[in-house]
């Protein structure tokens, strides 16, 4: 298993990734953004582009806790998963309605949980990670809801990379094959059907799954820890056909990305930049369109929800303040929309999406007592 490069503010903001760190800074109470509706025309107006659709949502507090309490790591429509503050994480799957816990996932002595969890009606992937010491090793078991049991899924090829994008009730991960090339598996959660969407021979490897409701976009490195080494982007259709590179506005430094109806958001970094923790951010609407600059986004934080592919983005003031926003566009939109813009001073978590909804995580540090609180916005 390796372990890549990665800025320490990243690692920061990973307060529902599993591995449990505290969030930092402070953090903003929820706002909703008014909107403005033009007034009614007699007459039509087919050369102006409409609305339709990119009414900005209202956002809702979901939960609030303790620093160093329950974190939410997503709700489904049926449950809601929270992970604990313990140094291994403990994954609780409770039902929304009667409140009763299904599943309380406790990693084993060493492991650490780790973000997403899978998650559909009836079933819930978990997994969980040892990366220090001689033997790294992940660990992956599926829950039955109805019954709580916990299984391992033997009929999907092993977990090699700690990195497993979802969208509802399908995921995408790295896996190490027979021939010791690192493969990229799509699979569904409940008939835990795969395919092999692409495989890189070592030492290079597959990473950073993200998962829109029609693609899986990934990145592809090769010689990696030599001064050959190369990352790109590929995207490819969640139900069949070959992967497709992603054209980079620099070669060999893209980082991550989401692709929604043939359209791509992705973000560039290179390995050897001392501030891994932002990157240049583009949107080419199509394989052959020219990529446009969307400024500097946080990274990892670029996803797809809905018909949406959002991100966050960072400033600071003069005088060193932090401001986190979070910025949302889709395919036929010219320019993207502010979807959330946080107190200054406030950290936000990475956003996970479920059942087209967003949720994100933001720690009131700066208060006392200090508290973290979830929010979400349908899109």
Not at 74 to 81: A, F, G, N
Not at 109 to 132: C, K, M, N, T
Not at 180 to 195: F, G, P, Q, W, Y
Not at 322 to 345: D, F, K, M, S, V
Request: proline fraction near 9%.
């Amino acid at each position: 298993m390796r372990r890549r490069s990665v800025a320490a503010g990243t690692l920061l903001v990973l307060l529902v990734a599993g591995c449990s760190s505290e969030p930092p800074q402070s953090s903003p109470s929820p706002s909703r953004t008014p909107t403005t509706s033009a007034a009614p025309t007699t007459q039509p107006q087919p050369t102006r582009p409409t609305d339709t659709g990119t009414a900005l949502p209202a956002w809702a507090k979901v939960l609030r806790q303790p620093v160093d309490g329950q974190h939410l790591v997503t709700r489904q429509r049926k449950y809601v998963v929270t992970r604990g503050s313990d140094e291994a994480g403990t994954t609780t799957i409770a039902d929304r309605t009667s409140k009763r816990v299904v599943v309380r996932h406790v990693p084993a002595s060493g492991f650490v949980a780790q973000s997403p969890v899978v998650i559909d009606d009836r079933w819930a992937l978990v997994e969980d990670i040892r990366s220090d010491g001689p033997d790294p090793q992940i660990k992956v078991v599926r829950y039955d809801l109805t019954t709580g049991k916990a299984t391992v899924p033997a009929a999907l090829p092993p977990v090699s990379e700690p990195e497993i994008g979802a969208y509802d009730g399908t995921f995408a991960y790295s896996s190490t094959d027979a021939r010791n090339r690192s493969c990229l598996i799509v699979a569904d959660l409940a008939t835990l059907k795969s395919r092999t969407v692409t495989c890189v021979a070592a030492p290079g490897y597959v990473a950073d799954p993200v998962l829109s409701a029609d693609t899986v976009t990934f990145s592809e490195i090769v010689a990696p820890e030599t001064a050959r080494r190369c990352k790109r982007l590929l995207a490819a259709p969640l139900s069949a056909g070959a992967a497709q590179p992603v054209p980079a506005a620099t070669n060999c430094i893209q980082w991550s990305g989401a692709t929604l109806r043939g359209a791509t958001v992705w973000s560039e970094v290179g390995a050897s930049d001392p501030d891994q923790y932002q990157s240049k951010a583009y949107v080419r609407e199509s394989g052959d369109s020219p990529a446009r600059p969307l400024g500097t986004v946080v990274t990892d934080t670029i996803l797809a929800c809905d018909n949406w592919i959002l991100w966050e983005t960072r400033t600071v003031s003069p005088a060193g303040q932090e401001t986190y926003q979070i910025n949302r566009w889709r395919p036929g939109l010219a320019a993207p929309q502010r979807l959330y813009a946080a107190e200054p001073g406030v950290a936000l978590t990475p956003m996970t999406c479920q059942d087209n909804t967003v949720y994100v995580e933001a720690a009131y540090l700066a208060s006392s007592p200090t508290y973290t609180e979830s929010i979400s916005a349908a899109l």
